[in-house]
């Protein structure tokens, strides 16, 4: 596997379901990332993790819980979800943080809440 | 409020003409910008980048401006192929000590062949 993978593509899952996102990237890098893709709206840049360390938390719900256990795995816990909450779920590394290296994103989950 | 904000949702170029992708931005903080394209059921590729040091940044087919004094940056696309056709997103950061990234709403752009 090269690059950044994310699973799985596709989730439904019910309101009162709990469920997980997983992203694992094989680039090297230290820092990741949790965006959200909603219809006609930029990326919303949810969780960012340096080193294992949480470094941004956008003001996300306590629905969404993140968890970095090393720098080559990231997950995005999900419980009692909206669904508001349906849209698309990237991941994203970069070699650092800091604002001045480029983002690798994976392909997305595509999560709908019923 | 936007502060990185992509006016034209779509844009159609012929093959083989020149494709200007514009980004307009709120934050005079911002000083690291970058493209990403994105095709459908893939996740944002990146293309190309500029520091607010320089006022253009180049890489084979693909030409990044940036007019700081303007707030507005353009991806330059030349010639223009029909495998450009994707979703292309301005993105901006200020460099120092922050990790993020504000994203534009994205331009589709389609080539016709």
């Known amino acids: 596997e090269t690059g950044v993978t994310q699973t799985p593509r596709h989730l439904v899952m019910g309101m009162t379901n709990k469920k997980s996102l997983k992203c694992e990237q094989h680039l090297g890098h230290n820092a990741m990332y949790w965006y959200k893709q909603s219809a006609k709206k930029p990326l919303e840049l949810m969780f960012v993790y340096s080193l294992e360390e949480r470094v941004e938390n956008n003001s996300v719900p306590s629905r969404f819980s993140p968890e970095c256990p090393n720098s080559s795995h990231l997950f995005l816990h999900l419980h009692t979800l909206q669904p508001e909450d349906s849209a698309l779920y990237l991941c994203a590394s970069s070699q650092d943080g800091g604002g001045s290296y480029e983002q690798y994103f994976g392909p997305g989950t595509r999560l709908t809440v019923t | 409020d936007q502060q990185v904000k992509q006016n034209s949702p779509s844009l159609s170029v012929q093959e083989g003409r020149i494709s200007i992708l514009n980004c307009d931005y709120t934050?005079?903080?911002?000083?690291?910008f970058l493209w990403y394209k994105k095709y459908p059921a893939e996740g944002p590729t990146f293309l190309i980048s500029?520091?607010?040091?320089?006022d253009k940044n180049e890489d084979g087919r693909f030409t990044v401006f940036l007019n700081k004094s303007a707030k507005h940056l353009s991806l330059h696309i030349v010639p223009s192929q029909p495998g450009d056709s994707a979703v292309y997103f301005c993105a901006a950061s200020a460099a120092s000590g922050t990790y993020k990234y504000i994203f534009g709403t994205g331009t589709r752009l389609k080539v016709l062949a």
């Open positions: 934050n005079s903080m911002f000083d690291y």
């Open positions: 500029i520091s607010s040091i320089k």
